[in-house]
């Protein structure tokens, strides 16, 4: 079946730093990938994706690279802000199919 | 512009009661889609319908049903609310269902069942 796998949070980081939530998945055939960050009180906002293996989805400073021989989608910041505070949520979608998502990885940046 | 509203945005209800709650967008989408959120389990697809008068259930969909009888709703029915299902509800829609359509979401409902 399809299922992504996230890594279990919460993560805690310090403004400025490095950021890595991993994401795996499980699919048949080739689908396509996301990542959706929800703000506190709010719905799911779509913040990158990639259609196929080798994309790389950007939006905002963040970054995921699909990588098709490690079924992996990786979401990467070079420098966090307070602002980046949210639940970050990998999720996927083959064709013809419904979008299957990760628990979520809640991120907290502290000043 | 073109949006996804639910309503309400809170309830309380109790147990044994039938509750509806309802997704309305303005997207002119055809698919659209029901998802709880519980922590440690993301987001779980309840019921999804790809156009009018399709439904289709999902991996949670004991205990909800929906409807679809035009292309702006999409409205879920909890027809004899558990204490399970308190939980968080988002609706969603997207243009198609090829695989590299994105979902639009709501803001949420958040159902309390005493």
């Known amino acids: 079946g399809n299922s992504v796998t996230q890594m279990e949070g919460p993560v805690t980081l310090s403004e400025e730093a490095f950021l890595t939530i991993n994401c795996t998945y499980t699919a048949t055939g080739y689908p396509s990938l996301f990542w959706y960050v929800q703000y506190p009180g709010e719905g799911l906002q779509l913040l990158l994706k990639?259609?196929?293996?080798?994309d790389k989805g950007s939006n905002k400073g963040f970054e995921a690279t699909y990588r098709k021989e490690t079924t992996s989608f990786h979401l990467e910041k070079g420098s966090v802000q307070v602002s980046d505070s949210a639940v970050y949520f990998c999720?996927?979608?083959?064709?013809?199919?419904?979008?299957?998502f990760g628990a979520g990885t809640r991120l907290t940046v502290k000043p | 512009d073109a949006e996804i509203t639910q309503s309400p945005r809170h309830k309380i209800t109790e147990t044994g009661r039938q509750v509806t709650l309802a997704c309305h967008q303005t997207?002119?989408?055809?698919?659209m889609f029901w998802y709880r959120q519980d922590l440690g389990h993301g987001l779980r697809l309840i019921h999804y319908?790809?156009?009018?008068?399709?439904?289709n259930k999902g991996e949670v969909s004991d205990g909800y049903s929906v409807s679809r009888s035009n292309t702006e709703d999409l409205p879920l029915t909890l027809e004899s609310a558990a204490s399970s299902q308190t939980s968080v509800y988002f609706c969603a829609s997207s243009e198609s269902n090829r695989g590299n359509t994105e979902a639009f979401f709501g803001q949420g409902t958040r159902l309390t069942v005493v």
């Open positions: 990639a259609t196929k293996a080798d």
């Open positions: 319908s790809y156009g009018v008068h399709d439904t």
């Open positions: 999720a996927l979608r083959p064709n013809n199919n419904d979008m299957r």
């Open positions: 997207w002119n989408h055809n698919n």
